[in-house]
């Protein structure tokens, strides 16, 4: 009755469909005005489009599939987008039937979205369409002088028994476009920061390529590389480049996301060495009674604290897996993350001790050692590693429960991370104190899981690891890395630390435009 009801409500308000498409409208604005001048694509400018479709797309969803009900229409179809470089497809996403949402495809006959916008804030489905377009042969196509950019939208409906329904387009739009995404930069008029001593770290006066450096930061400042905030170089404890970006300053609180994951590994090793814990092959049945959460087994019991350390327990989380039971993003809404974790079940979908990214079972780790520390995770860490650092200005993020939260998202400022990496290029030294371990260093730094899906990358306890290929040598880094493009690096066969933080939380070119940034700038600048 309800969908007989809503039926002749669409007949009503929209009469038979038009064979002829709608209209698409760009602008560099948010507003629904076309660009009445020629547009042009720089690294720091915004495009927006406006279509104008003749009914709501529930309506070319029933033309597509007339036997299927609403809900079974809003959950398997949406729009496809289609983009067009000089007349030639690039470019085609069927858009997940979660955006828009499912009243827009009710209601909605206008759609006016950004493709580009760098206000801060969570970007848009359609940013996402437009970052997969420039992964997926747009950044190629657009190279530098004009073209012609060209959208289409379409419905789609999606029957798992007779495959892939696609109907004709119902809205279409042009832009005529000079692409200027390469900056001159005139390294002549851009000045590096004068450095000043930091608490325990001294200035460097060693040579470093300058010019390469200023093109970087005209690039940073132009554009081209987004959101980042700093970039500090340490070289033989010493500091040697240090850069603020995008409002940031020396006294700026980075959240760094799981770059905080490497924080438990450290407290893990300074509790090893104060018997607060046996050893890594401790098991969880130490810790806790598992037979009071859900899915016990006894291989559930006997995981270890090295499993946890090094993401490779059986337990079935895996953040990078958007179905799986125990993904960080089906914990953080719980009120009890450790129950989260030990709840989840030990039915592992990878081949056992296989690496899989588990945000849940560090949590688990950082609950573990507020148990047997004494005065708590916090009130331990900041006695036995930051005071020592001399670190004073810091914050963590807090589980449910008020305990420091080991997922990530601790605050400090560039520079006491830089201490951070720079503890463990000393091998857990800091002023002439043992801070953390050697050996806890050493079993750190050592290649204990394979990443699946990289080359050559591998994982220590709670850090990663690669080499990157500079002037024809290698040079092997440890480094934490969190969500946004953050990084504290570790080189080994070089006396390098660095750190560099940025803001482009869940963005698709966060983390390639740092690899980018240390390959062809960085690293380049301050190697032999």
């Known amino acids: 009755m309800r969908y007989l009801a809503f039926f002749l409500y669409m007949c009503l308000y929209f009469p038979a469909l038009s064979q002829t498409p709608g209209k698409i409208i760009f602008s560099s604005q948010r507003s629904t005005g076309a660009i009445n001048t020629s547009y042009t694509l720089t690294p720091q400018s915004n495009l927006f489009f406006t279509a104008y479709l003749d009914s709501p797309l529930i309506r070319y969803l029933q033309a597509l599939a007339p036997d299927a009900g609403q809900q079974v229409l809003l959950q398997q179809g949406n729009y496809q987008f289609s983009l067009y470089v000089d007349k030639h497809l690039c470019y085609q996403s069927n858009l997940h039937p979660g955006a828009p949402s499912a009243d827009a495809k009710l209601k909605d006959t206008v759609i006016s979205k950004p493709l580009i916008c760098h206000d801060k804030g969570s970007a848009m489905w359609s940013q996402y369409f437009w970052m997969r377009f420039l992964n997926n042969g747009g950044d190629s196509a657009l190279t530098e002088g004009p073209h012609l950019l060209t959208m289409e939208i379409r419905p789609y409906f999606n029957d798992p028994a007779k495959g892939m329904t696609t109907g004709a387009v119902i809205a279409r739009g042009e832009l005529s476009m000079l692409v200027n995404r390469q900056p001159v930069i005139d390294t002549a008029q851009i000045t590096l920061n004068t450095l000043k001593p930091y608490d325990g770290l001294p200035v460097s006066h060693d040579h470093f390529n300058r010019s390469t450096i200023k093109l970087l930061k005209g690039n940073i400042e132009a554009g081209v590389f987004q959101q980042i905030t700093s970039i500090a170089v340490l070289r033989n404890g010493q500091l040697l480049i240090e850069e603020y970006f995008n409002g940031s300053g020396r006294d700026s609180m980075h959240d760094v996301r799981s770059v905080g994951k490497s924080f438990a590994s450290a407290i893990t090793g300074i509790a090893l060495r104060d018997q607060y814990l046996k050893n890594t092959d401790q098991p969880l049945s130490d810790f806790y009674d598992l037979h009071h959460f859900n899915?016990?087994?006894?291989?559930k019991a006997r995981t270890s604290l090295k499993t946890l350390l090094t993401m490779s327990s059986g337990f079935d989380g895996d953040d990078n897996d958007d179905q799986s039971p125990g993904n960080e993003e089906n914990m953080y809404p719980t009120d009890?993350?450790?129950?989260?974790?030990?709840?989840?079940?030990?039915?592992?979908?990878?081949?056992?001790?296989?690496?899989?990214?588990?945000?849940?079972?560090?949590?688990?780790?950082?609950?573990?050692?507020?148990?047997?520390?004494?005065?708590?995770?916090?009130?331990?860490?900041?006695?036995?590693?930051?005071?020592?650092?001399?670190?004073?200005?810091?914050?963590?993020?807090?589980?449910?429960?008020?305990?420091?939260?080991?997922?990530?998202?601790?605050?400090?400022?560039?520079?006491?991370?830089?201490?951070?990496?720079?503890?463990?290029?000393?091998?857990?030294?800091?002023?002439?104190?043992?801070?953390?371990?050697?050996?806890?260093?050493?079993?750190?730094?050592?290649?204990?899981?394979?990443?699946?899906?990289?080359?050559?990358?591998?994982?220590?306890?709670?850090?990663?690891?690669?080499?990157?290929?500079?002037?024809?040598?290698?040079?092997?880094?440890?480094?934490?890395?969190?969500?946004?493009?953050?990084?504290?690096?570790?080189?080994?066969?070089?006396?390098?630390?660095?750190?560099?933080?940025?803001?482009?939380?869940?963005?698709?070119?966060?983390?390639?435009?740092?690899?980018?940034?240390?390959?062809?700038?960085?690293?380049?600048?301050?190697l032999p």
């Open 295 to 299: 899915n016990y087994s006894a291989d």
């Open 336 to 526: 009890n993350w450790v129950k989260f974790a030990l709840d989840l079940p030990f039915k592992p979908t990878q081949p056992p001790g296989q690496w899989h990214y588990f945000t849940a079972g560090v949590v688990v780790l950082g609950d573990i050692l507020h148990q047997r520390v004494p005065g708590g995770l916090e009130t331990y860490a900041d006695q036995q590693l930051f005071r020592p650092l001399g670190i004073k200005h810091y914050a963590w993020q807090h589980t449910p429960q008020g305990v420091a939260s080991t997922a990530g998202g601790i605050r400090m400022n560039t520079l006491d991370f830089a201490k951070f990496g720079l503890l463990y290029q000393q091998q857990g030294r800091w002023q002439g104190k043992q801070v953390i371990p050697a050996s806890w260093v050493q079993q750190t730094f050592t290649r204990h899981k394979v990443i699946p899906g990289r080359q050559e990358e591998y994982y220590g306890y709670l850090f990663w690891n690669k080499t990157f290929r500079i002037h024809g040598k290698a040079y092997e880094a440890y480094y934490c890395s969190g969500n946004g493009g953050n990084y504290i690096l570790v080189f080994r066969n070089a006396p390098l630390v660095v750190v560099i933080t940025a803001e482009a939380y869940n963005l698709p070119y966060a983390h390639p435009q740092v690899n980018k940034i240390l390959q062809q700038y960085l690293l380049p600048a301050v």
